[in-house]
């Protein structure tokens, strides 16, 4: 068990800085996620963690120790990478053993340490089998054990999940789960994927072009983004983003954009005629029935573009005014191009951005 500190962490390579100023507190035990488009730093970070890069300046400290000199082997971390890299000769037992063979330890206490983390990873059938043998969630869970058996006080995974197809990778994000819930250690993931950072994290930490945009739960990036990034880049799909105009009277607040103005209750941040940034969550669309729930006034006519039935949910795309509207219904909704509907709009979720800094109005 272990806290991770980054105290100011950056990483040159030659003149550019890829990695600016990181800073992040991680608990004991807790699952952080890592995450951001191709690019962002998020996995030099985690080399760096272990071992892997070197640190152009800044501190890293695990449970209170400085690493920053310190070889990746004494760090008692333990990596999982995208690639497998599985010993294709050894079976899986001896996959899993190699590290504590090399390690010099005691064929009963390997035997131990192997067949507890095969229970945890429900691979005891396939102890004798070499990886050819297996499926691919069966290879990526091989590989989680060679870091379980070393009973690390860190796990570090970087994108362990992204070759794998789609059922696959929902059933690992249980058993990563699971596996976390079973073993209490403090995990370090890295994804570009934001639905595996919303559903693993205990908090996620959004990167873009090396600067850590926004720490916190996942409930709290998605409902207070801190930022523009932030608010596009979580959530599918993407949140609506339109420009607004606000007005602040003495008869109440009010909001206007597509050519129609909604009363709503504005932040202290916004001042009358301001020009701003108006984000709409695709689920804050409402129809039928949660209408009632709305006011009148915050109900619209959408031309629909096109829909799409996904499960018991369905995705409609309709223009209001100029501009082109994504709703997450509930239910499945059919509805010809061209149709109009009547949707409600639920404004007590609006989030509203500086146009100029791309900061939210609090």
């Given at each position: ?15 550019t800085?890829?990695?600016?100023n990181?800073?992040?507190s991680i ?6 996620v ?33 690493v920053?000199?310190v ?14 890299a ?7 037992f001896?996959?899993?053993?190699f ?11 390997i035997?131990q340490?192997v ?9 005891t ?25 070393r009973?690390?006080?860190?796990f570090?995974f970087?994108?362990?999940l992204?070759?794998l197809d ?9 058993e ?6 079973k073993?209490k ?26 600067r ?6 996942p ?18 799909p ?61 109900l ?6 096109v829909s ?6 369905s995705l ?5 005014g100029?501009a ?11 509805a010809?191009p ?15 951005f ?9």
């Open positions: 068990m272990a806290q991770v500190e980054l105290l100011d962490i950056c990483k040159r390579f030659g003149t800085e890829v990695v600016h990181a800073n992040l608990g004991d035990n807790e699952f952080i890592l995450v951001g488009p191709s690019g962002c730093g998020k996995s030099t970070i985690l080399r760096m963690i272990a071992g892997l890069e070197t640190i152009s300046s800044g501190e890293i400290r695990i449970n209170d120790r400085k920053n000199e070889m990746p082997k004494d760090r008692d971390v333990a990596m999982v990478f995208q690639n497998y599985l010993y294709p000769h050894m079976s899986v001896e996959n899993m053993a590290s504590l063979k090399m390690a010099k330890l005691g064929k009963n206490e035997r340490k067949d507890k983390a095969a229970d945890i990873l429900e691979l059938p396939y102890l004798h089998r070499k990886p050819a043998a297996l499926s691919g969630g069966q290879r990526q869970r091989v590989a989680m054990g060679r870091a379980i058996v009973s690390p006080s860190v570090l970087d994108e362990p992204s070759n789609a059922q696959l990778r929902t059933q690992m994000r249980m990563l789960k699971k596996m976390h819930l073993m250690t403090t995990t370090i993931y890295v994804t570009h994927d934001q639905i595996e950072a919303m559903t693993l994290a205990d908090r996620i930490v959004i990167l873009k072009d090396g850590v945009q926004q720490v916190g739960t409930v709290e990036v998605y409902e207070r983004p801190d930022n523009r990034f932030v608010a596009s880049f979580i959530g599918n993407p949140i609506n983003m339109l420009e607004a105009v606000v007005h602040r009277a003495g008869d109440g607040d009010a909001i206007s954009f597509c050519g129609l103005t909604f009363p709503v209750t504005l932040p202290d941040g916004c001042k009358d005629q301001d020009q701003v940034l108006a984000g709409i969550r695709p689920d804050s669309i409402k129809r039928d029935g949660a209408l009632a729930a709305l006011p009148e006034q915050w619209i006519d959408g031309r629909v573009v799409e039935i996904v499960g018991s949910q409609l795309e309709f223009t209001l100029e082109s509207v994504v709703a997450e219904l509930e239910g499945r909704v059919t010809a061209g149709q109009t509907m009547k949707l409600g709009l639920n404004l007590e979720n609006l989030l509203l500086d146009p100029d800094t791309e900061q939210a109005i609090r």
